[in-house]
C-alpha cells in the first residue's frame, strides 16, 4: 500500500508514521470482541513491525483470524485520525529486535524507560508480527 504524500493527509500520516511511538493494535477475541492493545512499531515504508512479549492474546487473535486495524490516538479536537486495516502475521524470518537497527535508534530510550536492555527486550518481546495494510482511512 502506497500512501499518498502529495496530499495533506498523506504528508500527515507518513509524518505520524515516523515520528509517533505508539500506535493501537486491535485484534479479534473468538467470541467477536474487539482487542485493541497499544505497541511500538516500526514502519519500513509498506509494513509495520510489531514485536510481541509470548503467548499474549493477540498472538492467539492473529493466529485464528488475521485481520487487525491499526490507528493513532486523534488529537484532543478528535481530529487528526488515521486507521489502516489490513493482515497480520508472526513473522519467524524477521531477526530479534536487537538485529534491527532502526527499530533499536527509534526504540532505544523506551527500552531504557521500562527498565530493560536491548538484549532483555529481545529476549521478552521475542515475537514479530509483521502488519501489511490493505486500506488507510481518516482525515
Do not use: C
Request: aromatic letters at 10%; a neutral charge; zero cysteines.
Amino acid at each position: 500500500m502506497q500512501i499518498d504524500t502529495s496530499t495533506e493527509f498523506g504528508a500527515r500520516v507518513a509524518r505520524r508514521l515516523r515520528d509517533e511511538r505508539v500506535i493501537w493494535l486491535t485484534t479479534v477475541r473468538d467470541d467477536g470482541t474487539p482487542e485493541p492493545s497499544p505497541v511500538w512499531f516500526l514502519w519500513d515504508g509498506s509494513t509495520f513491525l510489531i514485536y510481541s512479549q509470548p503467548d499474549k492474546p493477540k498472538l492467539r487473535n492473529i493466529a485464528r483470524d488475521p485481520k487487525v486495524a491499526l490507528h493513532f490516538n486523534s488529537d484532543p479536537e478528535g481530529d487528526d485520525v488515521a486507521i489502516f486495516t489490513g493482515e497480520a502475521k508472526i513473522d519467524a524470518g524477521v531477526p530479534p529486535a536487537t538485529q534491527v537497527p532502526d527499530y533499536l535508534a527509534k526504540y532505544r530510550q523506551g527500552i531504557r524507560n521500562i527498565g530493560m536492555t536491548p538484549d532483555s527486550f529481545a529476549q521478552s518481546y521475542s515475537v514479530p508480527i509483521r502488519v501489511t495494510p490493505t486500506k488507510l482511512r481518516g482525515f
